[in-house]
């Protein structure tokens, strides 16, 4: 088979991809199967065992959830609502869809949620869908002060041919310019204003925001991809309570559940239209196995949500007390570095935040380069930052003390430029001490959970 290049690519994606079709070159259909379970293990051994996960858009799953999500159910077709499903033979699954949503929907304090959206991108789409025509003028926080993709005109709201205006935002006060915010949208009245971000470090005036809205009878949207968690456990801004009409979230970054998103609000015809969306405008299969995981997932954070985000928020503070300590430039220091789990490093001076996450990388830290507030956009493949965050490290039960551990790794790694492998060593020997997920029921398998459990 003649093997078409994506010219597309870019020059080290094009490298690697060689490299790699090299490799399985001549392999039979069983050898690369046995390749790619090979693989397969290498990479969960090397993130669950032998790094440090800071990048802030993943987590662990606790095992009773990643028991739950390698179920077979996943192959089994599941459209319309339970108890009215287009297919039969449904009947455990349909009850669990029930309950799972009902739990989320309990968690966020909401009268309506929406769970068979398969990712916060996703979640973000069937708002969209559902709020707005194409054509209609919405405004987002830019990719420069963590907008998310899904919110520009290189994600679902340019696919939706929406008019993107942009939310003034001061970089050096890392705050929305309300009064420039509210003449703006005087002047070119939207459908939706979004806000919420990828890199967020503090709360939004939402109902200041919301005021504004009503101004010119706009809809108001957060996006709660990276800061779920917080506001089930409580230690942030509930984004319902202060004003906007629908609320956005992945279920698998804070939340620590599995891949999906999450649609929760008080307004039935939010609702209604986001569910008309979902399916059957965007999905049909909504991989049935996720939601008995995002079920059991929405139970831990009921049942130890509000230590964990806790212990996320002193854990930052504490991370963030050893950068400085380190001599790193923690940013938003002026504002307390934080009212959350993640943390941006203005890593300028270290040459960037390329440079910055390829070497924190090799000794096995992981985190990953970002754009700081006062970041141009051409500057997106070598930007100021480095982004991180400690939702994992807290879950798997470390605290203050390790923090200040992970903070000495840092400024070897970017300022005393110590060997490499010798801080490996000692990421690797750091993190051999913390092998069981915290925050979560007991360990369990698939095949140990009876009907009595």
């Keep these: 088979m003649t093997d078409i290049t994506p010219a597309w690519f870019e020059p080290e994606a094009l490298a690697f991809r060689q490299r790699v079709l090299e490799s399985i070159e001549g392999l039979s259909p069983l050898a690369l199967a046995k390749r790619v379970e090979q693989l397969n293990h290498k990479q969960v051994t090397h993130l669950s065992q032998h790094c440090l996960n800071l990048y802030p858009g993943t987590n662990i799953m606790s095992p009773r959830v990643a028991a739950l999500l390698s179920s077979t159910i996943a192959t089994r077709a599941s459209e319309g609502h339970p108890g009215a499903k287009y297919q039969t033979g449904l009947r455990w699954s349909e009850e669990t869809e029930v309950v799972a949503t009902e739990l989320v929907r309990r968690l966020f304090d909401a009268n309506y949620a929406e769970v068979r959206t398969m990712s916060g991108s996703m979640a973000n789409m069937a708002v969209l869908n559902s709020l707005t025509e194409p054509g209609d003028v919405i405004f987002s926080l830019s990719t420069s002060v963590g907008g998310h993709i899904s919110h520009q005109r290189v994600g679902a709201a340019g696919y939706r041919r929406l008019e993107i205006h942009t939310i003034p935002y001061d970089a050096q006060n890392w705050e929305i310019k309300l009064d420039e915010l509210r003449r703006e949208v005087k002047a070119h009245p939207p459908k939706l204003i979004i806000v919420g971000a990828s890199l967020i470090l503090f709360p939004y005036p939402v109902r200041e925001i919301r005021a504004i809205a009503d101004e010119v009878g706009a809809w108001l949207m957060y996006d709660a991809a990276h800061v779920a968690g917080l506001i089930a456990g409580g230690v942030w801004q509930h984004p319902l309570r202060e004003g906007a009409h629908v609320m956005t979230a992945s279920t698998y970054k ?7 998103g999450i649609v929760v609000t008080d307004d039935p015809d939010i609702a209604h239209g986001v569910d008309r969306a979902i399916f059957p405008g965007m999905t049909a299969n909504f991989h049935t196995n996720r939601l008995p995981a995002l079920a059991v997932a929405a139970a831990e954070m009921l049942a130890f949500g509000q230590d964990y985000a806790r212990a996320c928020v002193d854990n930052a503070q504490a991370l963030a007390a050893g950068f400085k300590e380190a001599g790193l430039t923690v940013a938003g220091e002026r504002q307390g570095y934080t009212a959350g789990h993640m943390l941006a490093l203005d890593v300028s001076a270290q040459g960037g935040g390329k440079t910055a996450v390829a070497a924190l990388e090799s000794a096995h830290i992981i985190c990953n380069m970002n754009l700081l507030p006062w970041d141009p956009l051409r500057a997106l ?5 480095v982004r991180l965050a400690v939702h994992e490290v807290t879950r798997w039960g470390m605290g203050p003390q390790e923090m200040a551990r992970i903070a000495q790794f840092f400024g070897q790694v ?13 990421v690797m020997a750091l993190k051999a001490q913390f092998d069981k997920v915290r925050y979560c029921f007991d360990r369990v398998t698939a095949q140990a959970i009876s009907v009595s459990d």
């Design 414 to 426: 970017l300022l005393e430029k110590r060997s490499v492998e010798e801080v490996r060593t000692e």
């Design 254 to 260: 804070s939340f620590g559940g599995p891949p999906g």
């Design 381 to 385: 493949h070598n930007p100021s930052g």
